[in-house]
């Protein structure tokens, strides 16, 4: 295989830096002046941008969510459709969403837009540490994900506002070691029964015919869509289910950071009073949507038991063929290092702005883990981005060429890379967090992921509001429970 201008086979050292034993301050809150991403910075695409801003302050709510990335807002959907279900309008539960930055402004406008379901992929390491029941729920999961999310956009015939492109995703397998932990995973997955009917394989013969890179693949179905226009879009639906149905009433404060949250005093009728530089707010139920930045407000969740913030960086880049040459598909290569895809061609322009993601492993021995600063990039990431892709489908990307934009974004990493979904539980003080709770850590793969997470803390939240037992759903891996992650 021709040499590639990156380090190859590093995954196994970034795990053992992700492990070592660290003595990590607490996440800073998100840093005030972010770099600019092509979905939030393109003109016009975040309406909600400063929504709450100013003016006077919910001072009080039954749900305070922290954070407007795409698990709050999706935490704020589930909560106002389950209430609009149940429809007990006697009394309407107020939920007010809280975010440091402008809307959305953390990974979630700043990722790679990859919204692909896992196939098989980590069988073999997951089953090994959690068990094959685990190991198939962390599947399931994926799969139902995704299939939720296509079927709320395409029923509301949303496929086009929301860029969502069912374009599929071919991972490129670019050394010997990758291609046996990938058939590893696949035959693990395959014989615990998981199905495996659409995965392709193809030889690097057939890869070079229909992409231009000379390089084996598997392919699987996978989508890709503007992460902001679908939280944008569960925002409206969370806020008009409320308005319809009178079972909510949700408010959004943009550029309010909680600094704090105390114990209010045994007689105030709400147990939780978080600190903004606006004033303070009085809630019974808080929910942690902070990802990366969870340790900030839990510092029990700092360092490589907890989540550790990692910088990830993309560029946005012009292709030098046209769209049919190279394609509607996603890519993934390098195990996973590298991620792209091509936009759809804008008006006026004939060759696709493609989104590649990825640059870390260039920083290793480090790899941007502790770094929770998105207001700059990283010099050796964003020359290893501007390689890449010239290198692996030559003649079809210009060398040398600049990228259009380039920015950064902080994912939350942890350990196996499970989120932390469920009641908050500070192993030195079980029961000093009553009341809040949490879904977060999703280690730079969470589109798949957090739709889901987040509905079962709304489930969890509104049970315990009811006095009622939560009932765990068959696809939550148990071990993303934050009750089962004490021993870490
Ligand atoms: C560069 C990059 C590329 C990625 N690519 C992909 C991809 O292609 N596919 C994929 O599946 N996943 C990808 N991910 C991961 C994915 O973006 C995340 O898993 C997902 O967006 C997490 O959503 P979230 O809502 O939990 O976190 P976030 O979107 O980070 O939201 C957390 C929010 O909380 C706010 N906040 C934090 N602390 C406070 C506080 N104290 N007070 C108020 N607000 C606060 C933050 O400002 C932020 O808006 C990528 C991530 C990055 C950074
Ligand atoms: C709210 O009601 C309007 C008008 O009846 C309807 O068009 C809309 O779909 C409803 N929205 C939700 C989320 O229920
Ligand atoms: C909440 O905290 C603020 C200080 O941050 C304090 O002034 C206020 O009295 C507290 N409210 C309650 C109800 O405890
Ligand atoms: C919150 O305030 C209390 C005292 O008012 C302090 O002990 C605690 O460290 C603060 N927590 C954070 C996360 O700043």
């Known amino acids: 295989m021709a040499t590639l201008p990156l380090f190859l086979n590093v995954l196994a050292e970034q795990q053992a830096a992700l492990e070592r ?156 070691l990758e291609i046996a932990a990938i058939k590893a995973d696949y035959e693990a997955a395959k014989a615990a029964g998981i199905d495996v009917s659409k995965v392709e394989w193809l030889t690097k013969e057939q890869v070079e015919k229909e992409y231009g890179a000379s390089y084996p693949a598997v392919r699987t179905p996978g989508y890709n869509i503007w992460p902001l226009k679908l939280v944008t879009y569960l925002y409206n639906l969370a806020k008009e289910a409320g308005v319809n149905s009178s079972t909510s009433a949700l408010h959004l404060h943009t550029n309010t950071p909680v600094t704090n949250i105390s114990e209010a005093s045994s007689s105030a009728p709400r147990r939780w009073n978080l600190t903004t530089p606006r004033g303070s707010i009085a809630a019974s139920y808080v929910l942690h949507a902070t990802n990366a930045y969870a340790s900030h407000l839990l510092p029990h969740l700092r360092g490589p038991s907890g989540i550790v913030p990692t910088r990830g960086q993309i560029i946005a880049t012009r292709a030098s063929v046209s769209e049919s040459v190279l394609t509607r598909s996603a890519f993934t290569g390098n195990e996973g290092f590298e991620y792209w895809f091509p936009r759809p061609v804008e008006p006026g322009k004939t060759e696709p702005l493609v989104i590649l993601g990825g640059g870390r492993e260039s920083t290793k021995p480090d790899f941007e883990l502790y770094v929770a600063d998105d207001s700059a990039v990283n010099p050796k990431a964003g020359d290893t981005l501007r390689r890449f892709l010239p290198a692996v489908f030559p003649g079809r990307y210009e060398e040398n060429r600049e990228p259009e934009m380039e920015w950064s974004g902080i994912m939350g990493y942890t350990k196996t890379g499970d989120p932390f979904v469920g009641p908050v539980i500070s192993p030195a003080n079980p029961d000093a967090y009553k009341g809040q709770y949490i879904s977060a850590g999703f280690t730079g793969h969470g589109m798949p992921r957090t739709f889901s997470c987040a509905e079962a803390v709304a489930q969890m939240i509104l049970a315990d509001i009811e006095g009622k037992e939560w009932t765990i759903p068959e696809w939550l891996p148990r071990h993303h429970l934050t009750e089962n992650r004490l021993q870490e």
């Open 21 to 176: 034993p660290v003595d990590a301050a607490p996440a800073p809150l998100p840093v005030p002046n972010p770099t600019k991403s092509f979905w939030i910075d393109t003109p016009g695409a975040n309406p909600l941008a400063k929504e709450g801003s100013e003016g006077p302050l919910t001072a009080d709510a039954d749900i305070a969510i922290i954070g407007s990335g795409i698990t709050g807002v999706s935490a704020a959907y589930h909560l106002s459709r389950l209430l609009a279900q149940a429809g007990n309008t006697e009394r309407s539960l107020k939920i007010v969403i809280l975010e440091a930055r402008d809307f959305c402004s953390g990974a979630t406008g700043r990722n790679g837009g990859h919204l692909t379901a896992n196939f098989f992929a980590e069988f073999v390491a997951y089953s090994a540490l959690f068990g094959v029941d685990d190991a198939r729920r962390a599947i399931a999961l994926e799969q139902r994900t995704v299939s939720e999310i296509i079927k709320l956009v395409e029923e509301a015939g949303k496929n086009s506002e929301l860029d969502l492109v069912a374009g599929g995703r071919g991972h490129l397998m670019f050394t010997e």
